[in-house]
């Protein structure tokens, strides 16, 4: 553990699994956390699922390192691992912003029309997968930010692909089809408008009292996600 904390201060790579407590449900949940933040973003809710008998993993990446387009591809590449490495078990994803986009550029071989022969993750892998507040249709910040802020969009590459643009790379994301997704957003989100997180076939949406940065922590989050990954519903 404490190799592991030393190599997440000094800005290394830092994934994290939790075996399950209590009785195993045979699921693995795969979280992915947003821009500018890191694994540990989601360690407390990693362990509240963990006691629910889940196998966590919790993905990390250097958020301003690559595109949006080349971090879908580093995910889809440690999901096959764990796909491969857990044949016999569903697989859950829990994003959070930014996290979303990753898992729909990730699972971009699912989008309707597209062909998933010889793809290790077929549909029939995926149980549930639940994005909290996804910017789907952009961030107006982010926007902003590539207008007067240059220098920031080139110190983190994904922004201009986030941007609420009309020629931003998010309009050009695939949706995965026939995937049960839930999306949570808050009602006080100043960095993703509620209309941004919408997602087309998504039936399954809860707004909550919170912001965008610390959502994942909040007790209704909580509550929310343990219900859609059991039941199918909030």
């Not at 998933?116 to 549909?123: A, G, K, M, Q």
């Not at 609420?164 to 695939?174: E, K």
Request: hydrophobic residues 40%.
């Amino acid at each position: 553990m404490i190799n592991t904390i030393i190599k997440y201060l000094r800005g290394r790579k830092c994934h994290f699994y939790f075996s399950p407590l209590g009785e195993d449900k045979h699921e693995v949940v795969v979280m992915v956390h947003g821009l500018i933040r890191r694994s540990i973003n989601f360690y407390r809710l990693g362990r509240v699922l963990q006691k629910c008998g889940y196998h966590i993993y919790l993905y990390d990446y250097q958020t301003s390192r690559h595109s949006v387009a080349e971090h879908g591809q580093h995910f889809k590449a440690y999901l096959e691992k764990i796909a491969t490495e857990h044949p016999d078990k569903k697989i859950d994803l829990v994003t959070h912003s930014m996290g979303g986009i990753l898992t729909r550029e990730a699972l971009g071989h699912l989008a309707q029309g597209q062909n998933e022969d010889n793809e290790i993750l077929t549909r029939e892998r995926f149980k549930r997968i639940i994005m909290i507040a996804p910017p789907h249709l952009g961030s107006d910040i982010a926007r902003l930010c590539c207008k007067y802020l240059p220098f920031v969009a080139r110190w983190v590459k994904p922004l201009a692909d986030l941007s609420s643009a009309p020629d931003a790379y998010i309009h050009q994301v695939p949706i995965p089809a026939g995937l049960e997704i839930g999306i949570i957003i808050g009602r006080f989100d100043n960095e993703v408008k509620e209309e941004y997180t919408q997602l087309p076939g998504v039936k399954h949406y809860l707004k909550i009292n919170a912001e965008h940065s610390f959502i994942m922590h909040m007790p209704a989050t909580k509550k929310a996600v343990i219900s859609f990954l059991g039941k199918g519903h909030f």
